[in-house]
């Protein structure tokens, strides 16, 4: 095979992040005060691959024989991914001596856990989506239950890392009938064959398995059993975490798979799989959410319900709605690390202060922190200045231009019931009194997070075109 | 006619033969009088109490852990050592930072001090403290 | 007969047999013990299919470290005092044998409908070269390069996790 060394610089943000995770394991060997350095490092780390990733949009390539892409949408997700990250670590720095589990290696897990979801992306053979997919998720049962003192920290991470092995163990036999039936395991090559292979049933069970094992890590509904435990438990970052980049990343491997089957203008053969569980995961995540009294436990309902919206751009199956989704998941990801950042400044220690109640009058107690959370909860409830209402928007155009008006009904239907769970945290914040009194301990860096997060959610929201050109001008069909 | 495998089976079924034959002639030539202290656990004459089956310490499994972890590694090590030649420089390259990022977590698990063996470090009793508790309980003598 | 396929049945036999034992015993050590007898016939069957690697790979990883790591596992557990699965959740027998059945009859439908032999016979000199280490080799240090350095990074994330979670001292 012949060696190009500009394919080097094309997986440039890899090599970097790679480089980065090198650094940081022998920061955490020689250094004794790691974990007061390290944070600064991996959100200087994050932002520079984010910012190289996003310098090769425009710049489609398929390199080392069909293994990774580079520009293009992985780029995106690369930036999506990285400042994600980047917000996770500022809101870790305190948070983690409140929750009792300020190590190094949490950083270096962190980074781990960016280079598998940006492998993911990137991905032109399934033989690489699984690498990065196990990299990823190795590091997220660790991060779950890096608190080895803490029961729910362990029966989180318990309980994710069964479940996930058992969608991974799906996955992997949904790849091995795929690779038996087409012969390869480059995307590419299965989605040129893929009329002639759709009369070969085997691989359409292989197919189905592989879609069934992603909707596992994606958390729709009848695959959600893990979450609302999992979201619960962890660490409040860790969630924040698990709940956008790593729904992103999982959503980036189902769209990379389906937008070339969609390219080749081929049925959506898929159409009534990804329906079925976009309306199931949509009002069972409404629905159940209304009852819960704690904030994560709610969130990770809402995470249900959301991947739900994005399920119906992936049934819609055409440009805009592949568009529409990855607006959405840019939206989604930083309005939610946003609430989840909040959430990690509020929490105190011993999971306390997480309860609805402990909300009640917030806007006394810090009125900042009061205003962001009901910022991101307009957000999260799509409410039209905000990113959230144009990432429903376009999803739900894109299944009304698909003929799946149902769907899109569906959709505002749930989303309608949403608001309730998403305004009773603004109206617990504003116009109820305090019931108990704490303390907010001062957490620069995470208020610092915040506040990135809401400025990110309003500018997608006051600008959502410039994103969405960007996104369609990259979606090659 | 025999493939290299083929000897290889013939190796394995020789090596089964001779483990199977021996036990079994050596169960028809020996004599069998079992009695009921024969199938009592050896415990130096006392007579065993509860149960064998005790915890062991989590030290073996990390240690389990560390091996499987480069036992995969030598598995991919395997076809390099095979191959590397054929790609001069740049196959050397490929396995040599494959090696060098498991060699770095190598490093970190001899830095954090995880390959120690933790013994729990016994306490020498305190000569002078059970000195004076003995005295405390000793009645003393009271000459008549 | 030929004796490849006698080597076969008893092969097949040995796995068969001995996964069922694994299943049924109610001693874990003995359902371990019933695992490696898996294990090496699963390695003899790699070896009739010319796919020698993955034979070797099958007893160093498997038959070596993953049944070291099981036998600890039940070593640190005391296993007797865990309440027994199948008593408290019984649906979940169901559960299997239905999940049982589904790879039964697609494994059925593989063998008997999908007529692999004109297709494996076209193979068997592909796949006869294909299983060698060399092969192996070649594939895994050009065209599964940067998979290849991820495990890499898979392995070192392992590592690190392994020992977060297993020993990592709190004050």
New interface residues.
Partial sequence: ?P?NSSEYLQ?LPFLIL?LG??IS??F???YKNSENFLPWFSAILFLVTGAIALTGLHDQTVL??G??AAGGKSAIFHFIFNLGAAIVVMSSVNYLNKY?AN?G?YY??LQ??V??MM?MSAAR?I??IF??L??MS??F??LA??N??KASANEA?MKYFLLGAFATGFIVYGIALIY?SAQTTSIDAIVNNFSALTDN??FI?GFAILLIGFSFKIAAFPFHMWVPDVYQGSATTVTGLMSTTGKAAAFSVLIAIMTAIFSENIPNTFVDYFAALATLSMLFGSIVAIAQDNLKRMLAYSSISHAGYMLIGLSAGNESSVAGIIFYLAAYAFMNLGAFAVISVIEGENDSNTELNAYAGLNSKSPVMAFFMALFMFALAGIPPMAGFFGKYYVFIAAIEADLTWLAVVGVFSSAISVYFYLRVVVYMYFKESEYDFIIQKNNSGMFAVMVSGLLVLVFGILPDTLLTQILSVINY | MLTEFGKVLVFIILAAAFVVIALFVARLIRPARPTKEKFTIYECGENPEGTPWVKFNIRFYVVALIFLIFDVEIVLLFPWALTYQDYGIYGFLVGIIFLLILGLGMAYEWRKGDLEWEKPSPKPPNLAKILEKSKRNIPVEVPD | MNLELIIFIVLALTGAISAVGMITRPNPVISALFLIFNFFALAGLYLLLNAQFISIVQIIVYAGAIMVLFLFVIMLLRTGEEPKLFSEKKHIKYFAIVIAVLVFVQLGYLIFYEAPSEYISQRVQQSMEAGTIENIGQQLYTTYMIPFEAAGFLLLAATIGALVLAKKNFE
């Fill in positions: 095979m060696i997986i790679g995770i090198v394991t022998l955490e060997m020689y080392f024989g293994m990774l009792g190590f290696e270096i897990l781990s856990s280079l598998g492998m053979d033989f690489m690498m990065g196990e990299l190795i590091c049962y660790v239950g890096i080895r003192k991470s038996g049933v085997i069970v």
